[in-house]
T-cell receptor, first 109, second 112 residues
Framework: RKEVEQDPGPFNVPEGATVAFNCTYS??????FFWYRQDCRKEPKLLMS???SGNEDGRFTAQLNRASQYISLLIRDSKLSDSATYLC??????????FGTGTRLTVIP | EAQVTQNPRYLITVTGKKLTVTCSQN?????MSWYRQDPGLGLRQIYY???????DKGDVPEGYKVSRKEKRNFPLILESPSPNQTSLYFC???????????FGNGTRLTVT
């Protein structure tokens, strides 16, 4: 079983839609969680860290469910500029970083 | 501007010809690391460094070497590149192991 699993998509949604991605992790001792955004052929960029109580940044909401071992990312009012691949990253112990393979989102006009 | 700088952006080489990809960060970060990204496999860690002169293997270290003689620099060395090392490579740094990674803008390597 992979350490981190994501639905690869693609998710094709119309502008203005709400879309959610999940990412499951296998190690219950995982301690830090992040969502990154990656545009085609470019470097991943931090979108947001995921805190235990959940956190929001504008149209983006991240949540952590330790009992079921998944993190989620919710994007409200999707914009064309949100089209990208979204990577979840899980840290388990010192420098044991695991990356999901990414979920591809396309927002359609 | 805080950044991680990799060079070159694109590199085409032949099997067996030694090459070095440079990586430099200006954020005084303790941790630096190298990744390769391949379709369907995601990002995989090659090597990481927790401080000057301290390096350790990641998930896919075979065929690669690194050094950390200075805090800001972390070059990746391929002594004898092979076609299966054709990939997109990213260098990254972070302040400590628990902090988010800052990535360089990538090096696309093709080995023929």
């Amino acid at each position: 079983r992979k350490e981190v699993e994501q639905d690869p998509g693609p998710f094709n949604v119309p502008e203005g839609a709400t879309v959610a991605f999940n990412c499951t992790y296998s190690n219950s001792a995982s301690q830090s969680f992040f969502w990154y955004r990656q545009d085609c052929r470019k470097e991943p960029k931090l979108l947001m860290s995921v805190y235990s109580s959940g956190n929001e940044d504008g149209r983006f909401t991240a949540q952590l469910n330790r009992a079921s071992q998944y993190i989620s990312l919710l994007i409200r009012d999707s914009k064309l500029s949100d089209s990208a691949t979204y990577l979840c990253v899980v840290l388990t112990g010192a420098n044991n970083l695991f990356f999901g393979t990414g979920t591809r989102l396309t927002v359609i006009p | 501007e805080a950044q991680v700088t990799q060079n070159p952006r694109y590199l085409i080489t032949v099997t067996g010809k030694k090459l070095t990809v440079t990586c430099s960060q200006n954020m005084n970060h303790e941790y630096m690391s190298w990744y390769r990204q391949d379709p369907g496999l995601g990002l995989r860690q090659i090597y990481y460094s927790m401080n000057v002169e301290v390096t350790d293997k990641g998930d896919v270290p075979e065929g690669y070497k690194v050094s950390r003689k200075e805090k800001r620099n972390f070059p990746l060395i391929l002594e004898s590149p092979s076609p299966n090392q054709t990939s997109l490579y990213f260098c990254a740094s972070n302040a400590d192991y628990n902090s988010p990674l800052h990535f360089g803008n990538g090096t696309r390597l093709t080995v023929t």
